[in-house]
């Protein structure tokens, strides 16, 4: 096995894996051991409250943030910033690193869907419901992954720890947006949002450590100037 190979799974596979199974293992404890306890029975009367509070100029809001989070958004977004960071900075790392980051959450949030088995609120949804499991949700975790990821590489490349705070500030504005509107229109539990900043905060911290970091080496390590190959010499 090279040691490409041997990296992707213990710094990609191997982590992507677990978190895996601490989301569903999240979701099993919020559907079947604590859905009769506090603070999962106080849930209903949140999604209520939210949805007696709608107007129709919070509806407009709301729908643009959830439409930065849809599918669609999400693919088109997630390519062109990938395309404009290859083109500013003229290499792979961080264009692979947000491609990865929002690949590898959208991976967990299928396979926990198919896993945990729960019923969207008990309210009107304002959007039509994906056959999916409402727990967690995909909008805010593909958010979360996306511009959460793009903050990151923004401050990375940021100069000042003014021009840090502001693209953090400007840019958790999107995922934060996503988990209150996904509530407010319908879709989700606030159980499901948190456990979606898990799954796409998660995602970026796995592939920031993974493709980011300078320090990993990939390919074959090359061998010392001056040292001597063990390979036999050809006669």
């Known amino acids: 096995m090279s040691d ?16 895996l199974g601490v989301m569903v293992l999240l979701g099993l404890l919020v559907t079947r051991v604590f859905a009769r306890t506090w603070p999962f029975t106080a849930e209903d009367s949140v999604n209520r409250e939210l949805a007696g509070d709608r107007t129709a100029g919070w509806n407009d809001v709301s729908l643009v943030f959830s439409t930065l989070a849809s599918t669609q958004m ?4 997630t390519v062109l910033v990938a395309l404009a960071l290859r083109l500013w900075l003229n290499r792979w790392r961080e264009p692979l690193f947000l491609c990865a980051a929002v690949t590898a959450q959208a991976l967990v949030f299928l396979l926990t869907t ?13 959007d039509v419901s994906p056959p999916t499991s409402s727990f967690p949700s995909g909008h805010t975790s593909a958010a979360v ?13 940021a100069r000042s720890t003014g021009a840090k705070v502001a693209w953090w500030t400007l840019l958790l504005v999107v995922p934060l947006g996503v988990a209150l509107t996904r ?8 159980s499901d949002v948190v456990a979606s900043f898990l799954n796409g905060g998660t995602c970026v911290a796995i592939m920031a450590r993974s493709v980011l970091d300078r320090g990993v080496k990939w390919g074959r390590a090359k061998l010392p100037t001056g040292s001597r190959s063990t390979a036999p010499a050809r006669s």
Do not use: F, K, N, W
């Open 4 to 19: 490409t190979v041997v990296q992707i799974v213990r710094r990609v596979l191997l982590p992507v894996s677990l978190l």
């Open 74 to 77: 999400i693919v088109v977004v």
């Open 114 to 126: 198919l896993a945990i088995d729960r019923r969207r609120p008990a309210v009107e949804h304002m």
């Open 145 to 157: 992954a996306l511009y959460v990821g793009i903050a990151l590489l923004l401050a990375l490349r």
């Open 183 to 190: 509530m407010y229109r319908g879709m989700h539990h606030p």
